[in-house]
């Protein structure tokens, strides 16, 4: 089994900054890639961010220049710096990563989400 850990959501005023961590653990042979989704009430889940392995990145064009995404060297952490918040970006927020486990088999995993409230 693989657990994803997540930390660092919580109340920002619009302009502010935030940090969300989240960490791969359990039954691990190799994390591929590992990303940042939210939803917001009404709709649909959406990519914020992710990154392959080998450390292309792909943005939601509405976070380009605002957000960015980053993994630790042993590959298992990703990172998501929020930068000039808005109240837009107000959801939660999911990690997500492909991990290719011990018995070779590759799945899709998901943290338990975290909320990011942007308000003045």
């Known amino acids: 089994q693989v657990q994803l850990m997540e930390s660092g959501g919580g109340l920002a005023q619009p302009g502010g900054s935030l940090r969300l961590s989240c960490t791969a653990s359990?039954?691990?042979?190799?994390?591929?890639?590992m990303g940042w989704y939210r939803q917001a009430p009404g709709n649909q889940r959406e990519l914020v961010a992710s990154?392959?392995?080998?450390?292309?990145?792909n943005y939601a064009d509405s976070v380009k220049g605002r957000f960015t995404i980053s993994r630790d060297n042993a590959k298992t952490t990703v990172y998501l710096q929020m930068n000039s918040l808005k109240p837009e970006d107000t959801a939660v927020y999911y990690c997500?990563?492909?991990?290719?486990?011990?018995?070779?088999?590759?799945?899709?995993?998901w943290g338990q989400g975290t909320q990011v409230t942007v308000s003045s």
């Open positions: 997500h990563a492909s991990v290719t486990t011990t018995t070779r088999a590759t799945t899709n995993y």
């Open positions: 359990g039954s691990i042979f190799r994390v591929n890639d």
């Open positions: 990154m392959t392995s080998s450390g292309g990145t």
